[in-house]
């Protein structure tokens, strides 16, 4: 009989540390605890807000991975925060935003994703979705919200 | 004509879509009424030119035919993407400018010409085709000058650098349609947005997902509507997942390759097919080419050839292909006994409403004169449109109706139904907040069809 034994270790270090990013990233993605997910995500997403060296290989990815994916809305909450000083310089970011705008169960994620588009509001993008939030999202704040910041964009010529 | 889909007089025109209060803290409120009467009230009250009987299908009309606002601009003026303000003293010395002249960049769209070339905010635009720029008001005429395809030269400065850059100007309507098509996401958003079914009452009742036109989602319309299985159905099945089909549209490529409402889509080439952001991504990349499709049909699977065609209409839908007129085969006529129940639940819904809001001490709604008129004579309309007789609706969504009258009847009870204070005081702000929403169709020309 064969078997591969598990065995716990602990390792400590630093956000800095590769090492340690990488088993944050991964454990961002463990489907077994929302609380792993929870806790990894939320570190990470520090590190972004932080602005330290929050690259688009790695981290980044993950956090969008985990907004688009993650069952757990806390989670998903949290990877939106971590994206949030991206949003205007990767497109890649807007877009996770807009998606998670159009489609993120949660009015609170949706709410959240609203005010993080602010710095790409002109975009063309941002204007479709948005109209199309004022229009037909259920919650209807989410409406009120997208129509007066639709309102508030000047005309871009 | 399948069910829920505008019939030959209705108007399922262009240019609108009703936000519907569905919001999810109401569903307490608007379940007694599976739907029916309260949706109908309130599409009515909304000025929505759609039958309750059709309203699925108006939903999905209003999807298809919608123009979004931002399509409409007409013109082919030429689009840089930048909004502008004058150069100040302060903001000449804040952007090391060596003249007091110039226009500000203060927006980029990021989606258009100035955010491909990597124009940024703040930098200042000093010439235009070799010509000085003195003010953002000048530029702006400009380059209102300047048609759509034309390559144009901007001297710009950038931090007190300057330096040149070529542009071609864009067609603001082509570049948002290309936009709005990569979003490629948006069917998604119908699948969740059970607010907006009138029929599915509170959501839980399976409505129409992803409709993938250009409107929303791909570009690759191959007239198929799906939506996501739900756990419970896929565990029924016998499968992980996959999309149901809820629709072919006549004549499409769907249509053409086999497939017909209530196959599960599994798969599209090799890819396993989850959301509908995977039928449109495998769509998108297919385009142009044959692909095989994994259906599960009469739970034994089988492989269809879907020809993707990337050239198909970018327009929208047309009409006939998902009202296909006097398609005999897949239509039941509605049974006018039922239409005059559904008719009857609604006003009688409608009624319990009113006596509703008004024991709630709903006040602050309230409709001018000619907005109650309108609103009767629509809802005149609307009871005639579910009497006629050559309303047709599809059998298998017929049963699903009934069945959900059925339920309804057994459940409702007018005596347990109270609202309390706290979602009076949400339905006033709904309410509120559709008649500025009336007020804003009517201001945009969308006043009553009559």
Request: charged share 25%.
């Given at each position: 009989?064969?078997?591969?034994?598990?065995?716990?270790?602990?390792?400590?270090?630093?956000?800095?540390?590769?090492?340690?990013?990488?088993?944050?990233?991964?454990?961002?993605?463990?489907?077994?605890?929302?609380?792993?997910?929870?806790?990894?995500?939320?570190?990470?997403?520090?590190?972004?807000?932080?602005?330290?060296?929050?690259?688009?290989?790695?981290?980044?990815?993950?956090?969008?991975?985990?907004?688009?994916?993650?069952?757990?809305?806390?989670v998903?909450?949290?990877?939106?925060?971590?994206?949030?000083?991206?949003?205007?310089?990767d497109?890649?970011?807007?877009?996770?935003?807009?998606?998670?705008?159009?489609?993120d169960?949660?009015?609170r994620?949706?709410?959240a994703?609203?005010?993080?588009?602010?710095?790409?509001?002109?975009?063309?993008s941002?204007?479709?979705?948005?109209?199309?939030?004022?229009?037909?999202?259920?919650?209807?704040?989410?409406?009120?919200?997208?129509?007066?910041?639709?309102?508030r964009?000047?005309?871009?010529? | 004509?399948?069910?829920?889909?505008?019939?030959?007089?209705?108007?399922?025109?262009?240019g609108?879509?009703?936000?519907?209060?569905?919001?999810?803290?109401?569903?307490?409120?608007?379940?007694?009424?599976?739907?029916?009467?309260?949706?109908?009230?309130?599409?009515?009250?909304?000025?929505?030119?759609?039958?309750?009987?059709?309203?699925?299908?108006?939903?999905?009309l209003?999807?298809?035919?919608?123009?979004?606002?931002?399509?409409?601009?007409?013109?082919?003026?030429?689009?840089?993407?930048?909004?502008?303000?004058?150069?100040?003293?302060?903001?000449?010395?804040?952007?090391?400018?060596?003249?007091?002249?110039?226009?500000?960049?203060?927006?980029?769209?990021?989606?258009?010409?100035?955010?491909?070339?990597?124009?940024?905010?703040?930098?200042?635009?000093?010439?235009l085709?070799?010509?000085?720029?003195?003010?953002?008001?000048?530029?702006?005429?400009?380059?209102?000058e300047?048609?759509?395809?034309?390559?144009?030269?901007?001297?710009?400065?950038?931090?007190?650098?300057?330096?040149?850059?070529?542009?071609?100007?864009?067609?603001?309507?082509?570049?948002?349609?290309?936009?709005?098509?990569?979003?490629?996401?948006?069917?998604?958003?119908?699948?969740?947005?059970?607010?907006?079914?009138?029929?599915?009452?509170?959501?839980?009742?399976?409505?129409p997902?992803?409709?993938?036109?250009?409107?929303?989602?791909?570009?690759?319309?191959?007239?198929?509507?799906?939506?996501?299985?739900?756990?419970?159905?896929?565990?029924?099945?016998?499968?992980?997942?996959?999309?149901m089909?809820?629709?072919?549209?006549h004549?499409?490529?769907?249509?053409?390759a086999?497939?017909?409402?209530?196959?599960?889509i599994?798969?599209?080439?090799?890819?396993?097919?989850?959301?509908?952001?995977?039928?449109?991504?495998?769509?998108?990349?297919?385009?142009?080419?044959?692909?095989?499709?994994?259906?599960?049909?009469?739970?034994?699977?089988?492989?269809?050839?879907?020809?993707?065609?990337?050239?198909?209409?970018?327009?929208?839908m047309?009409?006939?292909?998902?009202?296909?007129?006097?398609?005999?085969?897949?239509?039941?006529?509605?049974?006018?006994?039922?239409?005059?129940?559904?008719?009857?639940?609604?006003?009688?819904?409608?009624?319990?409403?009113?006596?509703?809001?008004?024991?709630?001490?709903?006040?602050?709604?309230?409709?001018?004169?000619?907005?109650?008129?309108?609103?009767?004579?629509?809802?005149?309309?609307?009871?005639?449109?579910?009497?006629?007789?050559?309303?047709?609706?599809?059998?298998?969504?017929?049963?699903?109706?009934?069945?959900?009258?059925?339920?309804?009847?057994?459940?409702?009870?007018?005596?347990?139904?109270?609202?309390?204070?706290?979602?009076?005081?949400?339905?006033?702000?709904?309410?509120?907040?559709?008649?500025?929403?009336?007020?804003?169709?009517?201001?945009?020309?969308?006043?009553?069809?009559?």
């Open positions: 009989m064969r078997y591969n034994q598990v065995v716990p270790q602990r390792i400590e270090g630093s956000l800095d540390d590769p090492a340690i990013r990488q088993l944050l990233m991964l454990a961002s993605e463990n489907s077994a605890s929302a609380g792993v997910r929870d806790d990894s995500v939320g570190l990470l997403a520090a590190e972004c807000r932080a602005g330290h060296s929050c690259q688009a290989a790695g981290i980044r990815d993950a956090l969008m991975v985990a907004l688009r994916y993650d069952k757990n809305e806390g998903r909450e949290k990877a939106l925060k971590g994206l949030e000083p991206y949003v205007s310089e497109s890649r970011v807007r877009d996770a935003v807009l998606e998670a705008l159009l489609n169960g949660d009015p994620i949706r709410t994703a609203i005010n993080i588009l602010e710095p790409v509001e002109g975009d063309t941002v204007r479709q979705v948005l109209h199309t939030v004022a229009y037909s999202d259920q919650n209807p704040q989410i409406r009120t919200v997208s129509r007066e910041v639709l309102r964009v000047p005309e871009i010529q | 004509m399948p069910f829920g889909y505008c019939n030959e007089r209705e108007e399922c025109g262009a609108r879509r009703l936000a519907v209060p569905g919001d999810e803290d109401m569903k307490h409120l608007l379940r007694p009424y599976r739907s029916l009467g309260v949706v109908a009230l309130l599409l009515v009250a909304s000025g929505a030119c759609m039958a309750p009987a059709a309203a699925q299908g108006a939903r999905i209003q999807i298809v035919e919608e123009p979004n606002p931002l399509l409409l601009g007409g013109s082919s003026q030429g689009y840089l993407g930048v909004y502008l303000t004058d150069v100040d003293q302060e903001k000449a010395q804040a952007l090391k400018l060596k003249e007091l002249r110039g226009a500000i960049i203060t927006l980029i769209d990021h989606d258009a010409p100035a955010g491909h070339i990597g124009l940024r905010v703040n930098d200042v635009v000093l010439q085709n070799g010509q000085n720029v003195e003010g953002a008001e000048q530029l702006r005429r400009l380059l209102r300047i048609p759509s395809g034309r390559k144009v030269s901007l001297e710009i400065s950038r931090d007190g650098n300057v330096q040149t850059m070529a542009v071609e100007l864009a067609d603001r309507r082509v570049m948002e349609h290309d936009v709005w098509n990569k979003i490629g996401t948006g069917g998604d958003v119908f699948a969740q947005s059970s607010g907006m079914g009138i029929l599915a009452g509170a959501g839980d009742a399976p409505l997902g992803a409709f993938h036109m250009p409107f929303f989602g791909s570009s690759l319309n191959v007239g198929a509507l799906v939506e996501p299985l739900t756990s419970q159905m896929a565990e029924y099945l016998g499968v992980p997942n996959g999309l089909v809820k629709q072919v549209a004549k499409s490529e769907a249509a053409a086999g497939l017909k409402a209530f196959d599960v599994l798969k599209v080439g090799a890819d396993p097919i989850t959301t509908t952001a995977d039928w449109d991504r495998s769509l998108r990349s297919n385009a142009g080419k044959p692909v095989q499709v994994t259906i599960l049909r009469d739970k034994k699977q089988q492989t269809l050839t879907l020809q993707v065609d990337s050239k198909r209409k970018q327009g929208a047309q009409l006939e292909e998902i009202c296909p007129a006097g398609n005999g085969e897949l239509v039941a006529e509605i049974d006018p006994e039922f239409a005059q129940e559904l008719a009857a639940q609604a006003d009688a819904s409608a009624q319990v409403l009113r006596d509703q809001l008004q024991a709630g001490g709903m006040n602050g709604f309230a409709l001018t004169p000619e907005q109650t008129e309108q609103i009767r004579k629509q809802a005149e309309k609307l009871s005639e449109t579910l009497k006629s007789e050559d309303l047709k609706i599809d059998q298998k969504q017929m049963d699903q109706l009934k069945h959900q009258m059925e339920e309804f009847r057994k459940n409702f009870k007018p005596e347990d139904f109270k609202i309390d204070p706290k979602q009076m005081d949400e339905l006033k702000q709904q309410m509120e907040q559709l008649k500025r929403q009336m007020e804003d169709l009517k201001m945009q020309g969308f006043g009553s069809h009559d």
